[in-house]
């Protein structure tokens, strides 16, 4: 018997307002060329932090700005104006810091493949923001969310709403996890752009070719689908995996059947498992890039298993200490 469920492991990051992300791309734009131009010796970005603390200065204003509520039209087009007149002092500032790093780059003699990727990569982060700024601001466009980009260093980031009362919005990626009825974590997968009905099928497929005895899995609602429900039934001799929306009268067939309402009461017990996985330390990852937030996952994952190999084992030692107290006595 195995039990499935997604949660949400969060990225580093703080909350990706197009205005920041463009100030955390400008920053390192800034600071990754200044390191080049010491590499080769020149002074044209020496004063290179006092550039980015007037950059910062611009961004404190347009933060600060809001529209006006006030039903009087002319306070609202003041305001609109005082709004569009900070983010054109913000992104032309930005604009000309990037010229004159584009410039350095173009003149630079230095052979550091890895310094100038990096530069060259921020630079695109910044333009993207700035085009996406313009467009929300200037052409009062509305960015689909498909164009989002959720922070500059983490940009495997998603934004996850699962409906959680006091919890809207998540960043970062979901990660699936099977657990056993031991409550060892047999298997997990770090969801990148998929949903859990995309992946319900393969982490099955995943599971059994590690462990061929496993008979039967459940999962939540959220992981339903027609074809799932075909595919993991060639899988597994048991599947519990309830409908969404209205159900026929098969689905209230299958989903009455004792072993179906025996497995599912069972399957809140991988709640457990998350909780205890979160508490130490899988609620945020410290390390960065997608590979470091797999590897994140795969070590807290194993420090899990282990740490519930050695709650069995405890348990059973201080059984055998019960058992020798009561021959002794």
Known sequence: M?????????????FPADTSQLFDAIRKVIELTAKLSILQG??????????????????????????STSGDAEKQEKANKAIKQAYLNYCGNVEYQLL???????????NDSLLLSKISSYITHAEIQLDQIHRRIFMNEKIPHGEKVFSVFEPHTEWISKGKIGVPVELGLNVCIIQDQYQFILHHHVMEKVTDSEIAVSIVKETKSRFTNLRAISFDKGFHSPDNQKALKELVAVVVLP?????????????????FKRLRKKHSAVESGIHALEVHGLDICPDHGIDGFKRYVSLSVLAYNIHRLGALLQKQDMRRYRRRLRQAA
């Open 42 to 67: 020149l002074s044209q970005w020496r004063q290179y932090r006092h550039v980015i603390l007037g950059l910062k200065r611009d961004l404190r204003v347009v933060q600060k700005l809001k529209h």
């Open 243 to 259: 409908k969404k929306g209205n159900r026929s009268a098969s689905d209230k067939a299958r989903e009455t059947a004792p072993e």
């Open 100 to 110: 004159r790093a584009k410039i350095t780059v173009d003149e630079s003699k230095e």
């Open 2 to 14: 195995a039990r499935g469920d997604s949660f949400v492991v969060e990225t580093n990051v703080h």
